[in-house]
């Protein structure tokens, strides 16, 4: 077993050497699988799911997310709607000036989205608090750097246009984690700003009349 996972480490690390990918996505990945199959083994008795994860031939949980009881989603009704706006209020800061450390005490929750679900990552701080390998996720819904391991900050946002069916299966990947993990926990799920709506209306219902009247100068 420990010979495999080291040869599928080793297959990995060929692949940036000789294809340049990026190495810190590698190790994301890597550690992500980890606690995936770490979770498999917890909930479904699954001993046997790490090796095909770190060989990329496994099948992502997909319907971890959606496979709710009435009860869970009566659940998850009650658990809070935040637009990014808030979200973005939920990275670690600290209540204290000039304090740079994470301390949970004085500090807000570590909170992140994907696909427009929120989980609560505070238990994680040392990876996704201040400073940490993770924090640019923190405080956004950043779909398509989960996908893609691009971690640009324009890749930080929930578009998925373009991306291709390995990277949409990453999204599940990470969906998978984030549900099953032992210490992370769903806290809600993203809504759109009611104002940002009503001024979206506003800009297509003057975009429509505009036409109207072309249409009529046309006439």
Not at 56 to 68: F, I, N, R, T, W
Not at 103 to 109: I, L, R, T
Not at 157 to 184: A, F, N, P
Request: hydrophobic share 40%; with cysteine; charged share 30%.
């Amino acid at each position: 077993m420990v010979r495999t996972v080291l040869h599928a480490v080793w297959i990995g690390l060929t692949a940036i050497m000789v294809t340049r990918f990026d190495a810190n996505t590698f190790f994301m990945r890597f550690f992500r699988d980890l606690a995936r199959s770490k979770a498999r083994r917890r909930l479904y008795g699954n001993k046997h799911a790490l090796v095909p994860m770190l060989l990329g031939l496994d099948q992502p949980l997909m319907d971890v997310a959606s496979s709710k009881t009435k009860d869970d989603e009566d659940a998850e009704k009650q658990m809070v709607s935040l637009t990014l706006e808030d979200l973005a209020s939920f990275t670690g800061a600290s209540s204290i000036e000039d304090d740079d450390e994470y301390d949970e005490s004085n500090s807000s929750p570590l909170y992140l989205s994907i696909m427009g679900r929120i989980y609560d990552v505070t238990a994680g701080s040392n990876f996704y608090g201040p400073g940490g390998q993770y924090h640019s996720f923190v405080g956004k819904d950043a779909t398509r750097a989960f996908a893609t391991g691009c971690l640009k900050e324009e890749c930080m946002v929930s578009t998925l246009d373009g991306l291709s069916e390995k990277e949409l299966k990453e999204i599940d990947r990470w969906v998978e984690l984030y549900e099953t993990h032992d210490k992370y926990t769903f806290v809600g799920t993203l809504v759109e700003d009611v104002v940002d709506q009503i001024l979206e209306l506003e800009v297509d219902t003057i975009e429509q009349l505009e036409e109207e009247e072309e249409e009529v100068v046309l006439v």
